[in-house]
């Protein structure tokens, strides 16, 4: 997907995709990462998720990256944070207490930039891109950052000709393909969640699951 694509879902409201409240499947698996407590945990394509607040309110802190300024504004703006912004070669970023949030995109972002991140979370990330982005994202951006680096991985999975994406479906064989050279793969969960996904099942989609992978990197 482009970036005008994406520019253009924030721009016409069309982000389905977020969620009034933290991803449950984050609370129920974070704690298993056993992360210090001033982690700093790079969340990438955020858009303007509830889980940078959550990560924050765990003492950690977070370092997020989005394309579209509409999200950005609004994730400050919904919450009450006033940020300071400031310019870098990645993008702007918008700084409110332990929450960074780069107005850029994750493609440019270096490993100087992301050295400090203990742990990565990706809710709606990979399976937003298609085949080409996606192994351009497991295979440029996540190579930089830094060994030992832990994190949650959420994808789904379901019949890619009921329904076009984003988001895709990305299967268990992909994602171990797409992450093996660099990381450790271990998949926590699978749970059926058609039931609670009545767009999916409007569109004709017969079976849809979401799969947590915790990840590390070697
Ligand atoms: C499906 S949304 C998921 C947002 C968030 N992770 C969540 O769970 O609500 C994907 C987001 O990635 C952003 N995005 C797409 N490509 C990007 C890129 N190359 N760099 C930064 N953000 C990007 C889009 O603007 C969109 O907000």
């Given at each position: 997907m482009e970036a005008e694509f994406w520019r253009q879902r924030w721009q016409d409201n069309q982000i389905g995709f977020h969620q009034d409240r933290p991803s449950p499947l984050l609370l129920k698996h974070?704690?298993?990462?056993?992360?210090?407590?001033?982690s700093r945990v790079f969340v990438p394509l955020a858009g303007k998720t509830l889980d940078m607040l959550w990560f924050a309110a765990q003492g950690h802190r977070v370092l997020g990256v989005e394309l579209s300024r509409i999200a950005v504004e609004d994730f400050f703006a919904e919450h009450g944070l006033r940020p300071e912004i400031a310019e870098s070669r990645y993008g702007l970023h918008y700084r409110a207490g332990a929450i960074e949030l780069i107005c850029g995109d994750a493609f440019a972002l270096d490993a100087e930039l992301l050295a400090d991140c203990a742990a990565v979370f990706d809710r709606a990330a990979l399976i937003a891109l298609p085949p080409p982005l996606r192994r351009r994202y497991a295979g440029e951006l996540y190579p930089r950052l830094p060994q030992g680096c832990r994190g949650l991985l959420i994808t789904l999975e379901y019949p890619q000709h009921e329904k076009q994406g984003p988001p895709f479906c990305v299967g268990e064989q992909e994602v171990r393909a797409l992450y093996a050279r660099d990381w450790g793969v271990n998949t926590l969960e699978r749970r059926d969640i058609l039931a609670q996904q009545p767009s999916f099942v409007a569109e004709g989609v017969s079976a849809l699951e979401t799969i947590v992978y915790a990840l590390e990197r070697r």
């Open positions: 974070w704690p298993s990462l056993a992360l210090a407590v001033d």
